[in-house]
Nanobody, 127 residues
Framework: VQLQASGGGLVQPSGSLRLSCAAS????????IGWFRQAPGKEREGVSC????????YYADSVKGRFTISRDNAKNTVYLQMNNLLPEDTAVYYC?????????????????????WGQGTQVTVSS
């Protein structure tokens, strides 16, 4: 069982990036998938999460209207499209999978659970 996060990089403010979280060894649609980020000196934050099998989505207030989470079940991959990036979006972004959880909000802001975690991908927003 493995999650592979990718797509980070250096981008100027107002630019865009698309992060990918690819799963191997399990069917991603059976799992809630969340994107979390952690900046230096700050606590980990749930950015956007999507519930399993058509469950609900959640966005942190700080990214609403700018980020979009989506699934491609054929590719067993979840994406985070990030538009209009701001310097405060700079962080290491991680994806995490939790089996059978329908609520994206609970995944993002609830207590830690039995998640699989991918390695982080660095996003740096700077001019």
């Amino acid at each position: 069982v493995q999650l592979q996060a990718s797509g980070g990089g250096l981008v100027q403010p107002s630019g865009s990036l698309r992060l990918s979280c690819a799963a191997s060894g399990f069917t991603l649609d059976d799992y809630a998938i969340g994107w979390f980020r952690q900046a230096p000196g700050k606590e980990r934050e749930g950015v956007s999460c999507i519930g399993s099998s058509g469950g609900s989505t959640y966005y942190a207030d700080s990214v609403k209207g700018r980020f979009t989470i989506s699934r491609d079940n054929a590719k067993n991959t979840v994406y985070l499209q990030m538009n209009n990036l701001l310097p405060e979006d700079t962080a290491v972004y991680y994806c995490a999978a939790r089996r059978g959880l329908k609520s994206g909000r609970y995944h993002c802001v609830g207590p830690l659970g039995d998640d699989y975690w991918g390695q982080g991908t660095q996003v740096t927003v700077s001019s």
